[in-house]
């Protein structure tokens, strides 16, 4: 498909993009998504075929639909993205899938060292090595998958036990799973045993940079209690923690730069 390509520097050019079908009575979106972007290296992404080497988004609060998420491409990212000031930067880490249960396009995705959680100055110490059954070249420390298709936050197990020694230390709680039903299904949360007096960011320790998560970003107060938007299983940086903040991936120099903002729709080139 030929398109008209506005990039960040306010350029135009025909590009030829190739383009996949979904069939929606699978249910593989929800209703109001008209389709899924690509912005991982693979050879399908929207990425990989426009041929940039940056590219910048910012999610919106969903709780708000007026507001727009912006995605930006080229060199100007960054500017488009909300100037150059504020950014945190850390490394891409590239991983290898030979010699484990990975698939091969999961080499495609971006990960990043996770060093340390901290809340409210309660820190973890230094995170080992998760089970990715994997053999990367970064010195054995625990990675974090950057996600912008994965919901909520997800922890390695132990990272996770680590999370709840930190919460108890820091909040004066303790992490209980509870069971709860909707309708005939049955799942399970991670909710506080008692209402915490304080609601500090959660801040997660990049190599050279700290991304702070606003309470809201990762603690719900439902009819269940104070619950938590983190799930067991292998890290991941979900969207719902990456709401109003600009992520920079750049490519070329295999950086990932980020910074929160007000409000994502308030960014324009």
């Not at 639909?65 to 850390?90: V, Y």
């Not at 090595?129 to 070249?137: A, C, G, H, I």
């Not at 983190?230 to 991936?249: C, D, K, P, T, W």
Request: proline share 4%; glycine share 8%.
């Amino acid at each position: 498909m030929g398109q008209d390509l506005t990039t960040a520097a306010g350029t135009t050019r025909k590009q030829e993009v190739s383009l996949c079908a979904i069939e929606w009575s699978q249910k593989l979106l929800p209703a109001a998504a008209q389709g899924i972007v690509g912005l991982s290296q693979g050879p399908m992404s929207l990425v990989k075929q426009l041929g940039f080497t940056e590219f910048s988004y910012c999610l919106r609060d969903p709780l708000n639909s007026t507001l727009r998420s912006p995605l930006w491409f080229g060199g100007n990212a960054q500017s488009a993205a909300g100037g150059k000031d504020g950014w945190r930067t850390t490394a891409l880490v590239e991983i290898s899938t030979e010699s484990s249960q990975l698939p091969e396009w999961a080499k495609n995705d971006y990960y990043v060292e996770l060093d340390q959680i901290c809340i409210n100055g309660k820190c973890s110490g230094q995170l080992q090595q998760q089970d990715f059954r994997l053999r990367p070249s970064h010195g054995g420390k625990g990675l974090m998958l950057v996600d912008s298709g994965s919901t909520y936050m997800h922890l390695d197990p132990k990272i996770f036990e680590a999370l709840k020694r930190v919460m108890r230390e820091a909040l004066g709680v303790k992490v209980v799973t509870k069971v709860v039903t909707n309708g005939k299904v049955e799942s399970k949360m991670n909710c506080f045993d008692e209402a915490p007096t304080i609601e500090p960011d959660l801040v997660l320790k990049f190599p050279k940079a700290d991304m702070s998560i606003p309470w809201a970003s990762y603690v719900e107060k439902g009819k269940h209690g104070f619950c938590l938007y983190i799930l067991e299983g292998a890290s991941i940086l979900g969207n719902f923690q990456q709401h109003n903040v600009s992520m920079l991936y750049d490519l070329k120099k295999k950086e990932l730069s980020f910074k929160r903002v007000d409000d994502c729709s308030s960014t324009t080139l």
